[in-house]
């Protein structure tokens, strides 16, 4: 049975910065830990020799502005994952077409190659958010890969389509859409191929959702840098987790489960399948795929 290609792709952030803001209300700036480990994952494609793509933040962009080089240089594609990792929820259409524009221009003008691909984080295209689709568009974004097609709380959308889509809208503007893949498993639908999803299945089941998957279309395989930092954070994050309510810390502590395992799998993965970057999966797909007009 002939297989279709993964997307490989990656959201460039820093794991404790973020979790420190969100989580504990203490702004700090992108530490040199996403350098190291978007390295490690950088020479796990060149071993493997697959190329990716790569949704940057800004901030990551604007303090180490040699990783975007290398990301380039190395053959990958740089996208855009917003400029300070702002859900689309918490901003208005005004600051999302800031954040996402200024992010662009700013890893355009470094990398020195045109950006046609943005994801929101944390997947905040919703049907609450669906107003973000067209300020992506407007902001000079081809594609767009900021929805999971599925039931898993605010940050999903049930029903969207499972497959590449073209989004129209009435006066001629469209964008593509590059859903998150989904597949059923003990009556639910998860978003087997990537996060705590993939760092938990075993990898048996893995092999087998991705032969089924791939059998009919292309999947969309994501992750974190930090999912694969296994080194132990700094005092002061763990003083801060101390202090969080018990619900919030066991989620928090949640994100280490099998973060060793994640460069094995990822080997497995690249031995067993072919790889292509987003921006090459649409452009030989878009013309073919549905249309779903937005009024």
């Known amino acids: 049975m002939r297989k279709h ?6 959201d460039v952030e820093d794991g404790i910065s973020l979790s420190m803001r969100d989580n504990f209300n203490t702004p700090m700036e992108q530490t040199t830990r996403v350098v190291t480990s978007t390295t490690q994952i950088l020479d796990l494609l060149d071993e493997h020799q697959v190329k990716g793509t790569f949704f940057t933040l800004g901030q990551v962009g604007q303090k180490f502005p040699e990783l ?22 918490k901003m208005t259409p005004e600051k999302a077409f800031e954040e996402i524009s200024s992010a662009k221009k700013l890893l355009e003008d470094i990398g020195g190659q045109e950006i046609t691909g943005h994801r929101a984080p944390a997947f905040s295209i919703t049907p609450k958010t669906a107003w973000g689709l067209e300020i992506i568009q407007k902001a000079g974004f ?8 599925a039931n898993l709380g605010a940050y999903s959308w049930s029903g969207f389509h499972k497959e590449l889509c073209i989004i129209e809208w009435a006066d001629g ?11 059923k498993l003990a009556n639910r639908e ?3 191929s990537g996060g705590g999803y993939y760092r938990v299945l075993p990898n048996w089941l893995l092999k087998k959702l991705f032969y089924q998957y791939t059998g009919k279309q292309t999947a ?12 132990r954070y700094p005092d002061y994050y763990f003083e801060a987790l101390k202090k969080a309510p ?10 280490w489960l099998k973060r060793k395992y994640i460069p094995g799998k990822l080997s497995n993965l690249f031995k067993e399948f072919e790889f292509i970057r987003m921006d090459e999966y649409v452009k030989k797909n878009a013309d073919q795929c549905p249309k779903w007009q937005i009024s």
């Open 173 to 183: 503007r469209s964008i593509v859409e590059v859903p998150i893949s989904t597949v």
């Open 220 to 231: 969309i395989h994501y992750m974190h840098p930090y999912e694969i930092d296994t080194e």
């Open 68 to 89: 975007i080089k290398d990301i380039v240089n190395r053959g990958h594609e740089m996208a855009v994952h917003g400029f300070d990792h702002w859900t689309f929820d």
């Open 190 to 192: 998860i978003p087997f």
């Open 246 to 255: 018990l619900k919030r810390s066991l989620k928090m502590r949640s994100y």
């Open 142 to 149: 081809k594609y767009d890969s900021s929805i999971l097609p």
């Open 5 to 10: 290609p993964i997307c490989f792709t990656v």
